[in-house]
Structures are given as structure tokens and as C-alpha cells.
């Protein structure tokens, strides 16, 4: 079976002052309306796949142009689920190319991957001098809490802006020595990444203030469930600041990453956290 293949093309432009939006799509991959809750520079998008999971043979492909100027926040309504595979992998692919003066949040909901699933999860940064974004990505291996331990299948991660930063694995069900290893996931379900990026070297006071902005947030904290978490942020190098997580459920690596990005928004921005309307629906 050849899946489903569905393509979502974004272009977002300054117009006077207001981030305008154009969007074509083939297949099941869209984007709700276009909302402003912050005002008319800073367009917010939910991004929604209605079949609601990927599975073997699947392909989705996002590709976001952003203009000189504008500013776009983008999530998605759920976690994406990657389901059992007969032996294709479920694709999901997402390019990101900002202008200079551009600004892009990325902010998904996690990714679940099911027992049995081959999932292939690419993202792409293109940042010209001048561009700046914060983005995450939270992968969720299994469902523990409702007795579906992962213990089936592989997840092969890709991370890029090319030249600079990488970030590139693969977690096989079954490789206990990285998933147990306190050198590998120390027995965590729940792996966060979260960044800043800008298409040119970060000034290193400047660099230094988001690093210490991150780090106020990544003592162990818990969420209502209790779980434990455990986090580092660093500058690999002079264009990138990383924050990663580990945790036993997604709550608390999302509640972090959440506090995270206010964190940075407040520092270089000079802007509020406004979370998207969708999380608090």
C-alpha cells in the first residue's frame, strides 16, 4: 500500500506592517484560519492533518518561506502519532526558510511513536543573516501509562541547519544499551529538543543572556503527575542555542519547553509568551 502523500506549501510576507499568509496544499495537511492575537505583525497558524496519524508509507511534507519582516508562530492541534508499519517507513518532512528579519516559532505538539512503527521525522533550517526563530521537537517513545510500552520498530531523527548544527539518531526498540545506558536515555520515554537559531553568529553577550535565560528553567522540576526531568541547554555553536530533556511523560518536557521559549521571547523579543489559542482549548 502507498500511504498517503500530502504536501503543505506556506508563504508569509510583511504587508505595511501585518504578516500576511498564502497557502497551498495537496492532500490531507492544511492550516486553520489565520489568527492575530498579538496584532497584525505576528500571524499564528495551527497546522492539521485530519487523518490524525502516520503510518507506514505515509508522507508529509511542510515547507515554510518566510519575507523579510515577518513574524509566524506555528503549532499543531495534537500530537502526531506514528503508527505499526508492514515495512515502509511514516515520513514526515518540514523546511524551514526564513529572510533576514524574518522570525518563526515552531511549536508542534509531540510525536508519539506506537510499538512497531518506522518513523522517519526530518526538519530542515534555512536562515539567512538577520533571521531568528525558536523551535522544538518532543518524541514520545510508546504509551507506558496506558500499557503500550514500545517495544517494536525504530525512530530515525534529523535535526538540521546545514553547516552549523546537526542533530541526527536512530532509537531501535530494541537497542537496550542507548535506550537504558545513563550514557545514552537513561531509561526515559520522552526526549525534548528545543532551540534558538539565527542565520548568522549570535553576539556572545546576547548568547549568553538566552543561555541563562533557559537555564532559570531547567532545574528538575515536576508536573502534576509527579515526573522527574532531567535538562542541559548549550551553544554548540556561535549560530544555535540547544536545550535538551529527557523525561518519563510528556507533560513536564513540554511544560519546560513552553517556559523556555517565554523565557527567550521575553529576552530577545521584548514580547509576552501569548501561547497559541489552541493549547488552551
Not at 526530518?122 to 514520545?140: F, K, N, S, T, V
Amino acid at each position: 500500500m502507498a500511504g498517503w502523500h500530502a504536501r503543505l506549501s506556506l508563504r508569509y510576507w510583511n504587508d505595511a506592517g501585518t504578516t500576511r499568509a498564502h497557502d497551498l496544499h495537496e492532500g490531507p495537511l492544511r492550516v486553520l484560519q489565520r489568527l492575530y492575537p498579538e496584532g497584525p505583525g505576528i500571524c499564528h497558524h495551527v497546522v492539521v492533518h485530519p487523518p490524525g496519524g502516520i503510518v507506514g508509507g505515509d508522507r508529509l511534507e511542510l515547507d515554510a518561506t518566510l519575507g523579510e519582516g515577518c513574524h509566524a508562530v506555528l503549532t499543531t492541534p495534537g500530537a502526531a502519532r506514528y503508527y505499526r508499519s508492514e515495512g515502509l517507513p511514516g515520513v514526515q518532512q518540514v523546511r524551514l526558510a526564513l529572510a533576514g528579519g524574518a522570525r518563526l516559532e515552531w511549536l508542534p505538539m509531540e510525536a508519539i511513536a506506537y510499538s512497531g512503527c518506522l518513523a522517519h521525522n526530518r526538519l530542515q533550517l534555512m536562515l539567512e543573516p538577520g533571521a531568528q526563530m525558536i523551535g522544538w521537537d518532543l518524541l514520545a517513545l510508546g504509551l507506558p501509562a496506558s500499557q503500550q510500552p514500545f517495544v517494536a520498530g525504530a525512530v530515525r531523527q534529523h535535526l538540521e541547519l546545514p553547516g552549523h548544527w546537526l542533530e541526527r539518531g536512530r532509537i531501535a526498540a530494541d537497542d537496550r544499551l542507548l535506550r537504558d545506558s545513563p550514557l545514552g536515555l537513561g531509561g526515559a520515554g520522552v526526549l525534548a529538543t528545543a532551540w534558538w537559531a539565527e542565520g548568522e553568529a549570535i553576539p556572545r553577550e546576547r548568547r549568553q543572556r538566552l543561555l541563562d535565560a533557559a537555564r532559570e528553567h531547567t532545574e528538575p522540576l515536576s508536573a502534576a503527575t509527579g515526573s522527574p526531568l532531567r535538562a542541559g541547554v548549550t551553544a554548540p555553536n556561535d549560530r544555535v542555542v540547544v536545550l535538551r530533556a529527557l523525561a518519563d511523560k510528556v507533560e513536564p518536557a513540554m511544560a519546560l519547553v513552553q517556559r523556555v521559549r517565554a523565557a527567550w521571547r521575553a529576552e530577545a523579543w521584548g514580547l509576552k509568551a501569548e501561547p497559541p489559542r489552541i493549547w488552551r482549548t
